[in-house]
């Protein structure tokens, strides 16, 4: 007599377990960060400006801010780490030139 084992209501071995894709890991774009800083002869008063580049060398991002001249570094180190931070934040990878100004 041949019986139907495991056809009904048996273990089957097939398991319904849902597989959830992971998502998609890319690499992060690499952006170039540098500053501008543009000052007049007898101006108390600087423009900096940061601008973020990506690989070819188009700018994607920039943002500039004014300050006096006598306080210059004091003010542009906290925005610059702002900008810097906030790019990081969106997921780009930063490298900055500016380190040996």
Do not use: C, H, W
């Not at 009904?8 to 992060?28: A, L, M």
């Amino acid at each position: 007599m041949i019986t139907a084992r495991g056809l009904i209501g048996g273990d089957t071995g097939v398991t319904t377990r849902r597989i959830t894709p992971q998502p998609i890991e890319r690499p992060k774009q690499i952006v170039t960060v540098r500053r501008r800083i543009n000052t007049s002869p007898g101006d108390l008063f600087a423009t900096v400006t940061f601008e973020a580049l990506d690989q070819a060398g188009a700018v994607i991002r920039a943002e500039s801010m004014r300050t006096r001249q006598p306080v210059m570094l004091s003010a542009i180190i906290p925005r610059e780490q702002d900008f810097v931070d906030g790019l990081a934040a969106e997921g780009y990878k930063v490298k900055t030139n500016f380190k040996g100004e």
